[in-house]
């Protein structure tokens, strides 16, 4: 039993600085850790027994326990284990602290200011504790992720002529602001460019400028159900993922067994979503270095794969698919001949894409040595996802973690070691022939049965659950706590981009300018869309709304 | 020089001016339109480019850089000099200015618009601007001797630097074999598409990284006229190209000429579109490395040139 022997390892060298364990099952581990132990815990499973980082979770137990908690989590890829490794807090009169890992596990840095910020838990020993998710006129003191903050709180003295504190810059270079709003981003996010010439010195980050508190609205507001749906909105191109990745959580942490075809169908969704998030992506890079018409050719290849979603699920995006236990839709045998149909013809068509990309050596140029991830990178930013793949790291959660039913299909794990953006367009490219060879499977082994599993009585509350799902962009991780009252206690929800991000700085460093779009732009950051369009005509303050028939018939007027 | 000359220069200018602002936007639009098709697209109608002018010409006028008066500068002197080369360039016809201008006031209009372009990048004063201008500057000191050097072949052949004479095919008129016309027919070619700053050598505005670069801060009628002046300079330079470099057909009746020099540049701006589209966009030194071969080649072109060549 793979956690039982990493907890036999830990057990061995810690000893009596680990109170208790909980083995659930073969490949989730979650062990209690005393505070003084954290460190020391957290830098034997991340140097010595090499695991992955994935996130740490910060929660106000006190309620229930009287103490805060804070969970580190990891994942052994090779040894399919997920492991969480907690730690409970004591309150210390609102004031909670814990020693910070960051020093030896680099890429918690971003989660550990993240629970600083959100339930007011200090990471002790953290060299950069600033303010990373609240808005700048926040005051100091007032944690949103509290219990007894309630979810629609705004705290009186809030002041909005605050500013962020920027860094000075390093001597000799001119700050190039990349952001707020800048044509390739697409969504609020800012770099602070330190350039010199032409060329990258470093940057400074500065996000989160559209939080939205879905965490905190799940904890108070909706219940175990609503939350897929409203999952599913995190991103407007993984929604699925969220989707899948939330009930998965539950599931394991509630110990439901989902009847086959339910799992048949998700796998099925998921790499629909892979398929038109990976074409989507390699138009978008083509847009990002100037090459629209690849961009434009990528997204009608796209469209059919869009509209066999929405003959599925009723919507191009945003699926709806999953309920705790099972899923709502069917995918019926009228549906599984016109989905072979249009991957036969994605098929095609997209092997006419590679060979024309694979021979442009235009694109080559502006995409070979540029944006380069190594493998230790890799591993001291958690990087994940095609980025991770490209640098040569086999790491891809469908096989490492098995959920759905990918167990049962057969895929490769696309691997280039450049490190770089073509090696990313490259694994997204060849990633693309996977996902259609592993619906293919599906259809066919899809058994017949229920859609949902019958669950009888209220879910445990207090239970731990861990899921991560193969997002196009690398691993979302979702961790939930359940709870009362027919929703979770806590749920934390850890996206591809937030371990990507941070790798971007070493990134970008000691590059040219032109390549900043193109090394942010590999990571692929996502940006979502309106679907319902109102028109008022303000000289006579007419309004008409567009009906569907009509907004179908424009956006599918032959061009 | 007679009144009666005068009229006639000034006539004819402005009818080139006007043929310019006229052809401009339909060229504009036909490139759109190709490149609607070839990434296969409906595209916007022919016409759309003059609508989109007009557009922008009626808009409110919001002055939003450093310093104003050199905006506004900037803005005229684009199309101004865009519109005076026009009274130079040979359309199927001799160019009206012929008698009063030579080879070298050519090459310092050209100049000028280049120059435009930095003064709009100064005076909107922000950083993305200022980053725009120092790619234009970069591209400008490379690129630019390369059109001063095609004239000077044509000026060492004719031994003048009269307009009438070094335009109009004068590259080819060696003593010898036309080896340096040759040459500098590839040369043009190659560089044409950075000539009129299209994909892959827009990178002076290059709008997914840095904004439009110089053209950060303007809007309304200020950018109808840089726009205008874009859409013009394709125009010219393919005239000035087809003058210099093709001039097979000009002997005929005018006709025939006219519509042939006019067809020849349309072949010369769907080249331009098909490349733009089939190419993702140079970084600044690519482009320079890529530029300064072709500037030695032109050297080398010159050498040929001053032997008789």
Same mark, same amino acid.
């Given at each position: 039993?793979?956690?039982?022997?990493?907890?036999?390892?830990?057990?061995?060298?810690?000893?009596?600085?680990?109170?208790?364990? $909980?083995?659930?099952?073969?490949?989730?581990?979650?062990?209690?850790?005393?505070?003084?132990?954290?460190?020391?815990?957290?830098?034997?499973?991340?140097?010595?027994?090499?695991?992955?980082?994935?996130?740490?979770?910060?929660?106000?137990?006190?309620?229930?326990?009287?103490?805060?908690?804070?969970?580190?989590?990891?994942?052994?890829?090779?040894?399919?284990?997920?492991?969480?490794?907690?730690?409970?807090?004591?309150?210390? *009169?609102?004031?909670?602290?814990?020693?910070?890992?960051?020093?030896?596990?680099?890429?918690? $840095?971003?989660?550990?200011?993240?629970?600083?910020?959100?339930?007011?838990?200090?990471?002790?020993?953290?060299?950069?504790?600033?303010?990373? =998710?609240?808005?700048?006129?926040?005051?100091?003191?007032?944690?949103?992720?509290?219990?007894?903050?309630?979810?629609?709180?705004?705290?009186?003295?809030?002041?909005?002529?605050?500013?962020?504190?920027?860094?000075?810059?390093?001597?000799?270079?001119?700050?190039?602001?990349?952001?707020?709003?800048?044509?390739?981003?697409?969504?609020?996010?800012?770099?602070?460019?330190?350039?010199?010439?032409?060329?990258?010195?470093?940057?400074?980050?500065?996000?989160?400028? #559209?939080?939205?508190?879905?965490?905190? !609205? #799940?904890?108070?507001?909706?219940?175990? &159900?609503?939350?897929?749906?409203?999952?599913?909105?995190?991103?407007?191109?993984?929604?699925?993922?969220? &989707?899948?990745?939330?009930?998965?959580?539950?599931?394991?942490?509630?110990?439901?067994?989902?009847?086959?075809? #339910?799992?048949?169908?998700?796998?099925?969704?998921?790499?629909?979503?892979?398929?038109?998030?990976? !074409?989507?992506?390699?138009?978008?890079?083509?847009?990002?270095?100037?090459?629209?018409?690849?961009?434009?050719?990528?997204?009608?290849?796209?469209?059919?794969? +869009?509209?066999?979603?929405?003959?599925?699920?009723?919507?191009?995006?945003?699926?709806?698919?999953?309920?705790?236990?099972? =899923?709502?839709?069917?995918?019926?045998?009228?549906?599984?001949?016109?989905?072979?149909?249009?991957?036969?013809?994605?098929?095609?068509?997209?092997?006419? =894409?590679?060979?024309?990309?694979?021979?442009?050596? $235009?694109?080559?140029?502006?995409?070979?040595?540029?944006?380069?991830?190594?493998?230790?990178?890799?591993?001291?930013?958690?990087?994940?996802?095609? =980025?991770?793949?490209?640098?040569?790291?086999?790491?891809?959660?469908?096989?490492?973690?098995?959920?759905?039913?990918?167990?049962?299909?057969? /895929?490769?794990?696309?691997?280039?070691?450049?490190?770089?953006?073509?090696?990313?367009?490259?694994?997204?490219?060849?990633?693309?022939?996977?996902?259609?060879?592993?619906?293919?499977?599906?259809?066919?082994?899809?058994?017949? *049965?229920?859609?949902?599993?019958?669950?009888?009585?209220?879910?445990?509350?207090?239970? /731990?659950?861990?899921?991560?799902?193969?997002?196009?962009?690398?691993?979302?991780?979702? /961790?939930?706590?359940?709870?009362?009252? $027919?929703?979770?206690?806590?749920?934390?929800?850890?996206?591809?981009?937030?371990?990507?991000?941070?790798?971007?700085?070493?990134?970008?460093?000691?590059?040219? !300018?032109?390549? +900043?779009?193109?090394?942010? *732009?590999?990571?692929?950051?996502?940006?979502?869309?309106?679907?319902?369009?109102?028109?008022?005509?303000?000289? &006579?303050?007419?309004?008409?709304?567009?009906?569907?028939?009509?907004?179908?018939?424009?956006?599918?007027?032959?061009? | 020089?007679?009144?009666?000359?005068?009229?006639?220069?000034?006539?004819?200018?402005?009818?080139?001016?006007?043929?310019?602002?006229?052809?401009?936007?339909?060229?504009?639009?036909?490139?759109?339109?190709?490149?609607?098709?070839?990434?296969?697209?409906?595209?916007?109608?022919?016409?759309?480019?003059?609508?989109?002018?007009?557009?922008?010409?009626?808009?409110?006028?919001?002055?939003?850089?450093?310093?104003?008066?050199?905006?506004?500068?900037?803005?005229?002197?684009?199309?101004?000099?865009?519109?005076?080369?026009?009274?130079?360039?040979?359309?199927?016809?001799?160019?009206?200015?012929?008698?009063?201008?030579?080879?070298?006031?050519?090459?310092?209009?050209?100049?000028?618009?280049?120059?435009?372009?930095?003064?709009?990048?100064?005076?909107?004063?922000?950083?993305?601007?200022?980053?725009?201008?120092?790619?234009?500057?970069?591209?400008?000191?490379?690129?630019?001797?390369?059109?001063?050097?095609?004239?000077?072949?044509?000026?060492?052949?004719?031994?003048?630097?009269?307009?009438?004479?070094?335009?109009?095919?004068?590259?080819?008129?060696?003593?010898?074999?036309?080896?340096?016309?040759?040459?500098?027919?590839?040369?043009?070619?190659?560089?044409?598409?950075?000539?009129?700053?299209?994909?892959?050598?827009?990178?002076?505005?290059?709008?997914?990284?840095?904004?439009?670069?110089?053209?950060?801060?303007?809007?309304?009628?200020?950018?109808?006229?840089?726009?205008?002046?874009?859409?013009?300079?394709?125009?010219?330079?393919?005239?000035?190209?087809?003058?210099?470099?093709?001039?097979?057909?000009?002997?005929?009746?005018?006709?025939?000429?006219?519509?042939?020099?006019?067809?020849?540049?349309?072949?010369? %701006?769907?080249?331009?579109?098909?490349?733009?589209?089939?190419?993702?966009?140079?970084?600044?030194?690519?482009?320079?490395?890529?530029?300064?071969?072709?500037?030695?080649?032109?050297? %080398?072109?010159?050498?040929?040139?001053?032997?008789?060549?």
């Amino acid at each position: 039993m793979a956690s039982r022997d990493i907890l036999h390892q830990l057990k061995q060298r810690f000893g009596a600085a680990l109170p208790r364990a $909980n083995v659930a099952g073969l490949d989730r581990l979650y062990v209690f850790v005393t505070p003084e132990a954290l460190k020391d815990v957290c830098q034997f499973i991340f140097r010595d027994l090499d695991a992955r980082y994935i996130i740490s979770i910060g929660a106000d137990d006190r309620p229930y326990s009287g103490k805060f908690l804070v969970a580190h989590n990891f994942a052994f890829d090779a040894r399919h284990v997920l492991c969480s490794v907690l730690t409970e807090v004591n309150a210390n *009169g609102g004031r909670p602290q814990v020693p910070s890992i960051t020093e030896v596990v680099p890429p918690a $840095n971003w989660a550990e200011r993240e629970f600083r910020d959100l339930v007011g838990i200090e990471p002790v020993g953290h060299r950069y504790p600033k303010r990373l =998710v609240l808005p700048d006129g926040w005051p100091e003191g007032v944690h949103p992720l509290r219990k007894d903050v309630p979810h629609d709180f705004c705290p009186p003295d809030y002041d909005e002529n605050r500013d962020f504190q920027f860094e000075a810059p390093p001597e000799g270079c001119v700050v190039v602001p990349f952001g707020p709003f800048h044509p390739t981003l697409d969504e609020p996010t800012h770099f602070r460019l330190y350039v010199e010439g032409e060329t990258v010195r470093g940057c400074e980050y500065r996000g989160f400028m #559209a939080h939205r508190g879905i965490e905190k !609205l #799940a904890e108070t507001v909706l219940g175990y &159900n609503d939350i897929p749906m409203m999952a599913e909105r995190i991103c407007g191109i993984c929604g699925c993922v969220h &989707n899948v990745a939330y009930a998965q959580a539950v599931e394991n942490a509630a110990a439901i067994v989902v009847p086959p075809r #339910a799992e048949y169908i998700r796998t099925i969704m998921l790499e629909l979503e892979r398929l038109h998030s990976h !074409l989507l992506w390699v138009g978008l890079a083509c847009h990002i270095v100037g090459f629209d018409t690849l961009f434009m050719q990528a997204f009608r290849i796209r469209e059919p794969v +869009m509209w066999m979603a929405e003959q599925i699920s009723g919507n191009r995006k945003t699926y709806s698919l999953c309920v705790i236990g099972g =899923v709502r839709w069917e995918i019926t045998p009228e549906l599984r001949t016109g989905l072979r149909q249009v991957l036969d013809k994605l098929e095609a068509e997209w092997q006419a =894409v590679v060979a024309a990309v694979s021979r442009d050596r $235009n694109l080559q140029r502006r995409t070979r040595g540029v944006g380069i991830a190594t493998p230790e990178l890799v591993k001291n930013a958690a990087l994940i996802g095609p =980025v991770a793949r490209a640098a040569g790291v086999a790491m891809d959660c469908r096989r490492d973690h098995p959920y759905a039913a990918y167990d049962r299909v057969e /895929f490769e794990v696309i691997v280039e070691h450049g490190g770089d953006v073509w090696s990313r367009v490259v694994v997204r490219m060849k990633e693309v022939f996977e996902s259609i060879k592993i619906i293919r499977q599906c259809l066919d082994k899809m058994e017949p *049965g229920p859609l949902q599993a019958e669950i009888k009585d209220e879910l445990p509350p207090g239970r /731990f659950g861990m899921s991560s799902v193969e997002a196009p962009r690398g691993e979302s991780h979702h /961790f939930v706590i359940t709870g009362e009252n $027919n929703r979770p206690r806590r749920w934390r929800v850890r996206a591809p981009t937030y371990q990507n991000l941070q790798g971007i700085p070493a990134m970008i460093k000691d590059q040219q !300018l032109a390549d +900043m779009t193109i090394s942010l *732009g590999s990571i692929d950051p996502c940006f979502s869309c309106t679907d319902r369009l109102e028109v008022v005509d303000i000289r &006579n303050q007419q309004t008409h709304v567009w009906s569907q028939e009509e907004l179908v018939r424009l956006a599918r007027r032959k061009t | 020089m007679s009144v009666m000359t005068f009229l006639k220069i000034f006539a004819g200018g402005l009818a080139n001016v006007l043929a310019v602002l006229l052809l401009a936007p339909l060229f504009e639009g036909i490139l759109r339109k190709v490149t609607a098709v070839i990434q296969s697209r409906q595209g916007p109608p022919l016409w759309q480019p003059y609508f989109d002018l007009l557009k922008l010409l009626g808009k409110e006028d919001i002055e939003s850089g450093e310093s104003p008066w050199m905006q506004r500068l900037a803005a005229y002197l684009s199309l101004g000099a865009v519109l005076t080369v026009a009274w130079m360039v040979p359309m199927g016809y001799a160019p009206p200015l012929s008698p009063a201008g030579d080879a070298i006031l050519l090459i310092y209009l050209l100049g000028l618009c280049a120059i435009s372009t930095l003064l709009a990048g100064l005076a909107a004063g922000s950083t993305y601007s200022l980053l725009g201008i120092s790619r234009e500057m970069m591209t400008v000191i490379t690129l630019e001797p390369l059109f001063a050097v095609a004239l000077v072949i044509g000026a060492v052949h004719t031994g003048t630097l009269r307009l009438e004479a070094v335009l109009s095919g004068s590259v080819y008129a060696a003593a010898g074999f036309p080896w340096s016309g040759i040459l500098m027919l590839g040369i043009m070619l190659l560089s044409f598409q950075a000539f009129v700053q299209r994909v892959p050598f827009d990178i002076s505005e290059a709008e997914t990284e840095i904004m439009e670069g110089p053209l950060v801060e303007y809007s309304g009628p200020k950018l109808a006229l840089f726009k205008y002046a874009q859409m013009a300079k394709l125009v010219l330079y393919g005239a000035l190209f087809v003058a210099l470099f093709v001039p097979w057909g000009a002997g005929l009746p005018w006709y025939c000429s006219v519509p042939l020099f006019w067809l020849k540049v349309g072949v010369l %701006v769907l080249l331009v579109t098909l490349v733009a589209a089939t190419h993702a966009r140079y970084r600044i030194d690519q482009a320079l490395r890529y530029y300064v071969i072709l500037l030695g080649v032109a050297l %080398v072109a010159l050498v040929l040139a001053s032997n008789g060549y």
